[in-house]
C-alpha cells in the first residue's frame, strides 16, 4: 500500500513519524510534496521516503491520498489533483474545518474520503484521531484508512457535527496542555528552579495524572478530592485558581478555538 502526502507540515510529519515508529509500511511507500521543493525533498531524504515532482504526481502513485495542507489553500490543492483522483484511490483529509460534503463538492461527488481530525501526539503513537466516512468509504476500504490511525494511537469514529469540539479539546488541546506545563514550570522558576528541571517535573507530573486517571477510572474531580488534603495545601490553590477564573479562561479558550474552526469553510 503507497501512501502519499500533500504536504508535509508539522501535522504531517506527525503522522509519518507515527508510521515509520509503527513499520507500518516501508518508507519508500510514503509519497511527498509540497510547496516548496527544498522542504519536501530534504524531509523525504531525511527519512527515505518517495518525493514526488507534483501534487498530481503523488496522487498518481497512491492508494490512501492525505491532504496535509492549511484550509486557505484546500480549494486550489483539490482543483489540481481533481483528475488525477478516482474511486480507486482513498482520500484522507486532516484539515481542519472542511466538510465531507465540502470535499465531495470540490471533487467528483464519487470518491471514497476519509475526514479525519488527528493530533501531534501521533508522532509517539499517543495520538487521538476524530474519523467520518462518507458513503462511498465502506467495509475493508474504510478499515484501511482508519488502520492508519490505528497505527499511531487511539480513534474514535464521530459525527461531522461533533468535530469542531474535538478539534477544540484534542487537536488544539495539545497545545494547551503544553501552555499549562510551561504555566507550572514557569511557576517553578519564579522560586528558583532552573528551567529545564521545572518543565521535567511539571511535564512527568501530567504524565503520570493523565496515566492514573484513566488506570483508575475516576473522574477528575475524584482525583482532585483525592489529592486534596483537609485543610490542605492543594485546596487552598485549587481555590485561588478558581478565583483567577481557571476554569471560565478554559472555557473561553476553546470557545475561541470552536468560533476559528468553524469559519475557516
Ligand atoms: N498542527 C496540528 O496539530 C494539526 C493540524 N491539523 C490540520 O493539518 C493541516 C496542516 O496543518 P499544519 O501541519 O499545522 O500546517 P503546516 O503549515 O505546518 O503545513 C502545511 C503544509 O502544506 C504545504 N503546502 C502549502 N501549499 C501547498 C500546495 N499548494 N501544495 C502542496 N503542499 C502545500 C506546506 O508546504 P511547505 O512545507 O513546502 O511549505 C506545508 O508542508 C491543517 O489543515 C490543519 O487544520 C489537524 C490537526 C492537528
Ligand atoms: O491550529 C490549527 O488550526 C490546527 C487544527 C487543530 C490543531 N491545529
Redesign the pocket.
Known sequence: MKIGF???????Q?IIQGLLKAEFVPAQDILV????QD??EKYAAQYGLTPKES?TAVVDGSDLVVL????A?VT??VAEIRGALSAKKTLIS????VSLDRLEELTDYNLPILRS????NSEFGQGMTAVAANENLTGDRKAQAISLYQATGSVLELKESQFSVF?AIS?SA?AYVDFFIDSLSRAGVKYGFTKEMATQIAAQTTLGSAHSLMASKKSPAEMIDKVSSPGGDTIAGILAMEEAGFLPSVIKGIDATIAKSTGNH
Open positions: 500533500i504536504g508535509v507540515g508539522a501535522m504531517a506527525a510534496h509540497s510547496a516548496h522542504h519536501y501534487n496535509a495542507v492549511v484550509p489553500v486550489d490543492v486532516i484539515v481542519s474545518g481530525l488527528p493530533n501531534i478539534s487537536g495539545v
